[in-house]
């Protein structure tokens, strides 16, 4: 079985671009969620993917997007890219089956730093 | 809006101490509550899952325990390790469909040998 994978493991950017992390979801899963993680503090939820369906939000602005693919893999992408985007990235698998929603299990996140 | 607190948000113990990490929520109506343990620059490793029906958890030397009235959890360890060094979060999870966690800052615990 394997596990949840992001590519790519560090980025750097410079500000106004745009980026595109990539999460492969654990075999069996059907739900992405996505998290950022800033220096020092607990990561905040930024969207969830089911069923190629954005299915919930947290505060981020517009220009955080992302997909689902058939497969269930995801991508995020961040436009006009920010300082204050610099951050580790995190990507969350986790099977959504009957309404309900199982354990979420991590990959390895990929560090974004915007200079 | 539910928010997670941990304090203190660091500490240092030496080697052998059992200890208490601490966890507290505001809203009650949660579906499960859970502790993760993140080694610097990592990802998050899942260390106990509590359901909300749940009193406690265990896994080897760790025990993490719930009281959803009070909006508290505590994650003890025994017989801490220098390998214990780590941040440990503590995140909840809503009731319903969504599972969005929420978590908290985490508290930097330095075992020293």
């Known amino acids: 079985e394997t596990g949840v994978t992001q590519s790519p493991t560090h980025l750097i950017k410079t500000r106004g671009q745009q980026v595109t992390l990539r999460c492969s979801s654990q075999s069996g899963h059907n739900t992405v969620s996505w998290y950022q993680q800033a220096l020092g503090q607990g990561p905040q939820f930024i969207f969830q993917?089911?069923?190629?369906?954005?299915?919930g939000r947290g505060n981020f602005p517009p220009r955080f997007s992302g997909l689902q693919f058939p497969n269930y893999s995801s991508e995020l992408n961040v436009n006009a890219l920010e300082l204050d985007d610099s951050a580790l990235y995190l990507c969350?698998?986790?099977?959504?089956?009957?309404?309900?929603?199982?354990?979420?299990?991590f990959g390895p996140g990929t560090r974004l730093t915007v200079t | 809006k539910q928010e997670v607190t941990q304090i203190p948000a660091a500490l240092s113990v030496p080697e052998g101490e059992n200890l208490v990490l601490n966890c507290s929520f505001t809203?009650?109506?949660?579906?499960?509550l859970q502790w993760f343990r993140q080694d610097p620059g990592k990802g998050l490793t899942s260390l106990l899952l509590?359901?909300?029906?749940?009193r406690e958890q265990t896994s080897g030397r760790l025990n993490a325990s719930l009281d959803k009235s009070s909006g508290r959890s505590t994650l003890y360890i025994a017989a801490s390790q220098p390998g214990d060094s780590a941040t440990y979060l503590c995140a909840v999870r809503p009731t319903g469909a969504n599972s969005k966690l929420t978590f908290g800052k985490g508290i930097t615990l330095s075992v020293r040998p």
């Open positions: 993917y089911y069923r190629e369906e954005e299915n």
């Open positions: 809203d009650s109506a949660i579906y499960n």
């Open positions: 509590i359901q909300s029906s749940q």
């Open positions: 969350a698998s986790s099977l959504n089956r009957g309404g309900a929603a199982y354990e979420q299990y």
